[in-house]
């Protein structure tokens, strides 16, 4: 029988339960997200082997019932209300293997494992590789695309693919993976010839982000030309307070969780940013946090 999105957390592990890993039921996603925001997953998977991962992905797919993936949940806000189907975690895939080709992680590889083996480049960004994939993480020395290799993803039609780097459509934090909403199952990564020391790279990050609260980085792309921080700083909305969320006093792009804040706190802040910019600059600011609706 197929499974109803509104079906309850026992027909949606039904889905899963001979799949090797771990299912929890009803369970709060704040503790999954750097933001520490998020109410109960109707089921949390973390399947053991990328197999199952894949096969979760066409079951759900099959089912047609919500799912999303999440790796360290470092550039995702899930409604307080929760979300009402499967979240599929990557937390257990962290292995990385050496190949001919180069460096081979899994989807739940860190991204800070990445650094250490030399990819300077994304020193100090929180989450996996999967997830830093999908949002083409980078810093203003650059990207991860520029490293990529191949990735490896499940396609609509449920056959497995490995894409060379010139189909991902990477572009500014974004990619096929978050356009189509297809998982990264692997990742292929040549590391830089280039080696630098990245402590510098962090302690400017420590000065000029607000890392001392819970938040999910840049919450808006900048504009062509423009730093979507500088804009909500004039528009004088930095510091601005709803409920426990507020727009970082120390990065105007950044809202930061002062202890309970809400989803609901951080789309008004995410609201009012958008208006007062679009009324001042005319400039309409798009969203870089990967905002789950419920
Ligand atoms: C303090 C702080 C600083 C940050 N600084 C930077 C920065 O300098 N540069 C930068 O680019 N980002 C930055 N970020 C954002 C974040 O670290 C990156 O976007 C990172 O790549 C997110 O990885 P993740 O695993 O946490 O993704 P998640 O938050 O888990 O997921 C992000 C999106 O990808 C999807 N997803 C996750 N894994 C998979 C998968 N395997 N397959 C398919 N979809 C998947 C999710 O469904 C979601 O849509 C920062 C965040 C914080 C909290």
Not at 61 to 70: D, F, G
Not at 226 to 243: D, F, H, N, P, Q
Not at 245 to 256: C, G, K, L, W
Request: net charge positive; proline share 8%.
């Amino acid at each position: 029988m197929a499974t109803e999105p509104g079906d309850g957390p026992l027909a949606l592990l039904r889905l899963i339960e001979d799949l090797p890993g771990e299912q929890r039921l009803n369970e709060p996603l704040a503790p999954y997200t750097t933001f520490r925001i998020g109410g109960p997953a109707r089921v949390l998977f973390f399947p053991k082997t990328v197999e199952a991962l894949a096969e979760a992905v066409r079951r759900a797919r099959r089912e047609k019932v919500p799912y999303r993936l999440i790796g360290g949940g470092a550039k995702v806000l899930f409604p307080d209300e929760g979300f009402p189907g499967l979240v599929l975690h990557t937390g257990l895939l962290c292995r990385a293997f050496d190949t001919e080709e180069g460096l081979w992680v899994e989807p739940g590889f860190p991204i800070s494992g990445l650094v250490k083996r030399g990819l300077w480049v994304l020193a100090g960004i929180p989450g996996s590789a999967g997830g830093a994939v999908v949002m083409n993480a980078g810093t203003r020395h650059g990207s991860i695309s520029s490293y990529v290799t191949a990735v490896q993803t499940l396609l609509p039609d449920g056959s497995l693919a490995t894409l060379p780097p010139e189909e991902c459509r990477f572009s500014y934090r974004s990619s096929v993976f978050r356009e189509k909403r297809l998982p990264v199952l692997g990742v292929g990564v040549k590391l830089p010839e280039e080696i630098r020391p990245v402590e510098e790279l962090l302690a400017e990050r420590r000065r000029t982000q607000p890392l001392g609260f819970p938040s999910a980085g840049c919450v808006f792309r900048n504009p062509e030309g423009a730093s979507a921080g500088w804009l909500i700083e004039r528009a004088g909305l930095k510091g601005k307070r709803v409920g426990d969320a507020q727009i970082s006093e120390i990065h105007a792009n950044f809202i930061v969780n002062l202890g309970k804040a809400r989803a609901s706190h951080v789309l008004s802040l995410i609201e009012a940013a958008q208006s007062a910019v679009r009324r001042l600059f005319g400039i309409t600011l798009s969203l870089e946090l990967e905002v789950v609706l419920p």
